[in-house]
């Protein structure tokens, strides 16, 4: 395969080559001075027929003669190499030394370094140790033979168990894992589903990949916790957090870390922290069919761009195309940014953090949907950026607030940046809304804070809502009207109002509110009364009871009524219920029988994650339940997993969060105060 790294040190390079021919060579005739030699002290110089010792004393020279050859000699050594790996790459060839991080031989400005920097072990970084530090004997146990205990210095650091969080500011405890495998681990973080619209995933899967915690027991399946951790964390959209775990762990050099390194650099626009990252990635071999390859190519092409090496940057391109590396957008943008060349290019699905710094190299304007097609570790970073279209913006910003990157406060200005016109506030009043929905949220958004007539200003947030529900973006508008809808006072003149506001409220977790609007429902809404009672009964912190006369008819009616809307709310209703521990009614059970069924999570890990909470093993619960809940949240999921989880995660004193994810469920599936 074709090495990526490119620089201009091909002569110098050859010479190398040339050198280390010679020196074997010389190893080769002189390797029975090493014999007479023995061990010599730090500053000797070997000569053929000489040592010359530095010191404080100054600097002797003497003359050795070369020892007898033996007959059982070992094979032949170089005395002029240093113990340790041996960068044996020319220059320019993406050679990187253990400790530097940059290329062998050479420093960050291509300045030579001494041979003896350059081979220096000293994994996983800095100095290398001291030669009375290397090792400490200590003394047998009496009456023991053979058991002197050596004390070496360790070659690599586990940091999977760093973290941010701890016990004391909602972390799960240092000792999450216990019980856990760690194949099993590795497998469902890398597939736990982060950035979603459920307020309840997004804070548990956060608080996972944060905690500090022993890692689990087991044989390392891939990539290191850390790496996964960090890869998470990206996806998740908190490059923040990820980049403050990621400077705690500088010492892991390790290709996936440090690729989760140079991503969260990108993704802060420090492009010199991630460049400096190559040294520890691989050479790109491979992009065609290998992810890291692919990135490591491509961000060695940003470097060289960004450095001004033109020519390099061409010759990587070629070595791209050579391999069968297929992504026009990479090659238009690098052109443009590295000759001024613009290739036609269709336009992209998706964008990660190096595409957003490759459109900045070279100075080409987002795609309109930007904000839609970015991945979430991009999202909080186009929200803020003051140069983008209010459009991009918007989007991204809906995004990062779901994601609870940002707060409603933050989305609000970027509503209120957008310039209307006066009509045009005036006109969404009477209905008249731009086509792009994101404008309609934005226009309808300053159309309520302009409205006096609390009547008038409710039907507007009643759109709002529905609107934003219809694009998934319903927590989030919530988060931005909650300021208006506290600043209404309940009563009969807003009695058509209350469905919505109660709905709003409960999605809030805003038991107070909810509680003085649903009192002003219609008795004549009886299906909302119905649906809005179960929902404040999953919601009461007091937890539930068990189920009364009332409620045992009202859910077997609702399971066998044939209209699918209120036996999918029934049916999960009663699962709720058998998750919090309370025993269902016999006609329950019989009546879930003729309740649609879901698609279920796997059985093999509804029973892991069962008896994850028999054994009380406090983080593979949490991560098993994120998996079995699934990407699309609690609203979605089947609710054969959401009763499991609710119970595991009640198993190990995680009470609020399985009420939460309880709420999400039923409020997913009821239509009350909808539209």
Known sequence: MTSFRVDSGLLSGVAFAALMALSFSFGTANGALADTLGTMPAGSVVTPGTVTTTSSDGTVTKSVLPAAPRDDAAPMSNPALKPGPQAITPSGFGATSVDTGNEAGGDANGASLPASSVNQQSFPAGRAPDAAEVAKTFASVPGRTNADVVMSELGGVDASSAGLVSDANGGLGVNMWQGATRADVDHYLSIMPVATSSSVVNDLSRRLLLTGATPPEGQV??????????????????????AQLGRGTLADKSPPVAMARAQVALALADDQAACGELANLPAGNDPAHDAADAFSMRLSAFCQIRSGKTAEANV?????REEAYDNPLFYSLAY?????????????????????????LAKR?????????????????????????????????????????????????LYMAVKFKPDEVEGAKAGLLPKSSIMQRALLFQAIQTEVLPTDRCDLMKQFLAQADGVDRYGAAVQVLLPSLEALVPGSLLQSFAPTATRAFLSAGDLVHARQWLAL???????????????????????????????????????????VADQNFAATEAMIYDGSGVTLPQ??????????RSVGAPEPLLNQLHNAGLHGSVGEVVLLSLVAIGPGGPERADRQAVAQSISSLRAVHLDGEARRLAL?????????GRG
């Open 221 to 242: 399946s891939g990539a290191s916790l850390l790496a996964i951790r960090l890869d998470r964390l990206m996806a998740s959209g908190h490059t923040d957090l990820a």
């Open 316 to 320: 990587t391109f070629d070595l791209a």
């Open 336 to 360: 443009q940014a590295n000759e001024g060349l613009k290739l036609k290019a269709a336009a992209p699905q998706s964008l990660d953090m190096l595409d957003l710094r490759f459109y900045a």
């Open 365 to 413: 304007a987002l795609p309109d949907n930007a904000g839609d097609i970015v991945g979430p570790a991009a999202v909080k970073t186009l929200a803020q950026d003051e140069t983008l279209a209010p459009q991009i913006r918007i989007e991204a910003g809906e995004r990062a607030l779901s994601y609870g990157l940002i707060n409603g406060a933050e989305l609000v200005k």
């Open 521 to 563: 429902v219609e008795p004549s809404a009886a299906h909302d009364l119905h649906e809005f009672s179960a929902l404040m009964r999953i919601a009461d912190p007091a937890g539930l009871g068990p189920m009364s006369n009332e409620q045992v008819t009202a859910i077997a009616a609702d399971l066998t009524s044939n209209v």
């Open 587 to 596: 006609v329950v059970l019989q009546a879930l029988v003729a309740a649609p």
């Open 664 to 672: 999400e469920a039923l409020l997913g599936r009821s239509h009350a």
